[in-house]
């Protein structure tokens, strides 16, 4: 079946950009609303099914479309991951707050969507309860340099993207979207490194440890963008102690060793982890974990 989204609602972000929000109303709901994200060469489509799932089970949801992607309008800001995170992820959340008239939300994300709140909250963190408990599915920002894919893959993307202008995502079979912005460079950088360091020096990695904030990771045996041990790399300096990391493998009982893109889209996915995402963000209370065995 064809994923369909609603009518898109254009938010303004930096130098005449636009932010495309797609709204899953539930007036009856009694939990907090669910802003849902994707991850580089994708957009909103890949959102699209897990939206309806949570929606259908009593959460009204809203998937935010990264600039420059999809019905999201690049204006003359072509943002890196920073960028991304600084300044669009508060506007997102501000104008869903103000929508639904809440003080929090819940932050449902793949890949890079996952970490972008971080980002975020790092250098805000007196924003960090605007979110009341994030899902990260497939995500990590700095743990993959050290295998072979690894090496091989952050170094060639930068020289895709000064060769092309841009790494085309259709042409190479990544995905839906190209990529014209500086994220794939900085994520490059990032995992190359193994070090979470922002443009000015800021440290990512150091600032985690006072960031309090509910976190489920869910990772895939076979996933070489964010492999296990990368989301735990993420997850080690996070300063809640509401934090877990779930890996989706055979061994552990799962359907299959799932990788990156079947993680949050496919027929297992929808059988045994959104129900694992949906148990969690049901989870009303902040101080419990709500987290899955």
Excluded at 39 to 49: E, L, M, R
Excluded at 65 to 78: I, Q
Excluded at 194 to 202: A, L, P, T, V
Aim: proline share 6%.
């Amino acid at each position: 079946m064809e994923k369909t989204l609603p009518r898109p609602i254009l938010i303004k972000s930096k130098n005449h950009s636009k932010i495309a929000l797609y709204h899953y109303a539930n007036p009856t709901s009694n939990f907090l609303p669910v802003i849902l994200t994707h991850g580089t060469f994708s957009n909103a489509i890949i959102c699209a099914k897990l939206a309806e799932f949570l929606n259908f089970n009593g959460f009204e949801c809203w998937i935010y479309e990264w600039v420059g992607h999809g019905n999201s309008k690049y204006g003359s800001f072509f943002p890196d991951a920073e960028d991304f995170a600084l300044n669009d992820v508060p506007a997102v959340i501000q104008k869903v707050l103000t929508l639904t008239n809440k003080k929090s939300c819940i932050w449902v994300a793949h890949s890079g969507g996952g970490f972008l709140p971080f980002i975020y909250m790092a250098r805000n963190l007196h924003q960090q309860y605007a979110i009341e408990r994030l899902v990260g599915i497939g995500s990590q920002a700095f743990g993959v340099g050290k295998t072979c894919f690894g090496q091989v893959i952050t170094r060639t993307i930068p020289i895709i993207n000064r060769f092309f202008g841009k790494v085309p995502g259709p042409f190479f079979g990544l995905g839906p979207e190209d990529e014209i912005s500086g994220f794939l460079n900085q994520w490059c950088q990032w995992n190359r490194s193994g070090k979470w360091i922002g443009k000015d020096g800021f440290n990512y990695y150091k600032a985690m440890k006072d960031i309090h904030l509910p976190t489920l990771l869910i990772s895939g045996r076979n996933d070489i963008i964010a492999p296990p041990d990368g989301c735990r790399k993420m997850l080690k300096p996070l300063g809640s102690t509401q934090k877990k990391i779930i890996v989706c493998s055979k061994a552990a009982g799962y359907l299959e060793n799932y990788n990156h893109p079947r993680l949050i889209a496919s027929k297992n996915a929808k059988a045994e982890i959104w129900p694992i995402v949906l148990q969690f963000v049901k989870n009303k209370e902040r101080g419990i974990g709500g987290l899955v065995s």
